[in-house]
């Protein structure tokens, strides 16, 4: 895989669930900053799943095999979405625990595709 990529996405989604996190303390709900935020990740996420879709169509094979690669891609993409629209339901502090969630989820799911992929950057 793209291992600055996947670094980046993971900076990027930690600081995502800081930020939504520390709103969530102050009673707040999410923003529309905070949407652009996501937004952002999501981009980055987008642009690793095309990536890692257009490697596995040239023949590159990951360690752990080529669905599981793929499944993660997609759940990688949907994680912050999901936790997105889940916070527009909930327009409370609660909205912003649900994205801060949905982020750190996304980050640990970084290091799983990294590890699913073989670890080694490209």
Known sequence: MF???TVAIGAASLAL???CGFAALRDQPTK???FI????V???ALAQLVIGLV????GEKPDEGGVIFTAYLVGAFAAVPAAGL????ERTKWGS???AAGAVVLAVLEVRLHDIWGGSGA
């Open 3 to 5: 291992t600055a990529l």
């Open 17 to 19: 669930a800081a930020w």
């Open 32 to 34: 529309d900053w905070h």
């Open 37 to 40: 935020g996501m937004a952002v």
């Open 42 to 44: 999501t981009v980055l």
């Open 55 to 58: 490697r596995l169509a040239q």
């Open 86 to 89: 889940l916070s527009l339901s």
């Open 97 to 99: 625990v649900t994205v």
